[in-house]
């Protein structure tokens, strides 16, 4: 359930950290995976961090405002077949404006429901999903 | 009855007439006949086969202009009238016996069944169970951290963690698309509680069953070729796989 001022997890290397939604994209409800939100980057990876931000330095900085899609919610999502997901925490990937990834690569198990609302090329870039 | 020609011409036409009425009584007769058959028929069929949909039949009508049968409405025989041929008593439980029938149905051989049986063979919270889909896909094994059951609705909830993500999943164990169930470690000691909501706590967390899935692929000799191999693909056959992970250890 991302809605206004849901702090979440960037798990991609765009070099955010933590990013705060400040709206859901086309939608009055909450956001689920797979959903596309608006965002604003609250906390920079540090360049020790993980090694997540890439060499050349990070491409969005704290306060930039963008794209992203939720790759993982707390809340349970239940599956056509009856089977019920629920991850630990809330997650998103950062996009571009034409839903093109900011960052080359992704940590992190996201959710199959991304096959389902044809964000592929995030799920290619994933790890493993589930 | 054509009542015209026997006003034109009396006499003429008696006969004939007579004749169409004999006729008709006739047909009438195989009707009468038939309509009196068929309601045993079915309810013969009723006594041998209690649980079989009553059958109907149609008023059969004379149409007078058309000279054709045209049906009006369904008529279903009366299944107490003589007391002894009687349709099966509705059940006690409507709903208990609808998730019977499902069952029965979702799960032919029992395996299903057996594994979240109240026993000590059955899967129990607190073992690392494992699903297979029968889409593809990766299995999803984790710590069975509560079974639901609730007839045909009957699911359990895993727990593992994915690239170090905490994930639990709810499976229904009558769900056609979970091809295979198996047990992969049990649990040291019977868990106390019959939901280890606990075991979300960082202090009792197990964290990845990874290890304890390989360690079981590596006992079953899934990597191995020949013979051994046929097993481990017998386990994505789904039922197969169900019963062994149910009668395993």
């Known amino acids: ?130 | 009855m054509n009542a015209a020609p026997l006003a034109r011409r009396p006499l003429a036409c008696l006969k004939a007439g007579l004749r169409q009425t004999r006729q008709h009584r006739l047909f009438a007769r195989q009707l009468a006949t038939e309509a009196t058959t068929t309601p045993t028929e079915t309810t013969e069929a009723a006594a041998t086969t209690p649980r079989a949909p009553l059958q109907h039949d149609f008023f059969k009508l004379n149409d007078r202009k058309t000279k054709t049968l045209r049906t009006a409405f369904a008529v279903y025989p009366t299944t107490t009238a003589a007391g002894t041929q009687s349709a099966a008593p509705p059940p006690v439980n409507a709903l208990l016996s609808l998730h019977e029938a499902q069952i029965k149905k979702m799960d032919p051989t029992g395996a299903r069944t057996a594994l979240v049986a109240r026993n000590r063979e059955a899967a129990q919270p607190g073992d690392v169970l494992m699903v297979t889909h029968r889409r593809g896909g990766e299995p999803f094994a984790g710590v069975c951290l509560s079974i639901r059951r609730r007839g045909i609705d009957t699911g359990v909830l895993l727990r593992n963690h994915l690239t170090k993500v905490p994930v639990e999943m709810w499976f229904k164990v009558y769900n056609r698309n979970v091809a295979g169930l198996e047990v992969i470690k049990r649990r040291a000691k019977r868990a106390r509680r019959a939901r280890l909501t606990y075991m979300r706590q960082a202090k009792h967390d197990m964290g990845s069953v990874e290890d304890l899935v390989f360690e079981w692929k590596r006992t079953r000799k899934v990597y191995s070729t020949g013979k051994p191999a046929a097993a481990g693909k017998g386990k994505d056959k789904g039922k197969k796989a169900v019963a062994a992970g149910g009668k395993k250890k």
């Open chain 1, 1 to 130: 359930m991302i809605q206004l001022k849901t702090i979440l997890n960037c798990i991609d290397n765009s070099g955010a950290a933590l990013v705060e939604c400040a709206i859901v994209v086309g939608q009055k409800r909450h956001a689920s995976i797979g959903d596309r939100i608006v965002v604003v980057v609250q906390e920079q990876r540090g360049a020790h961090a993980e090694g997540m931000a890439s060499s050349s330095g990070p491409k969005v900085k704290r306060g930039d405002i963008r794209h992203a899609i939720v790759v993982r919610t707390r809340q349970p999502v239940q599956r056509r077949d009856g089977s019920v997901i629920r991850f630990a925490d809330n997650a998103c990937v950062l996009i571009n404006k034409a839903g093109d990834p900011i960052g080359s690569r992704i940590s992190g198990v996201v959710g199959q429901e991304l096959r389902k609302k044809k964000w592929s090329k995030i799920l290619s870039m994933a790890p493993m999903q589930a």
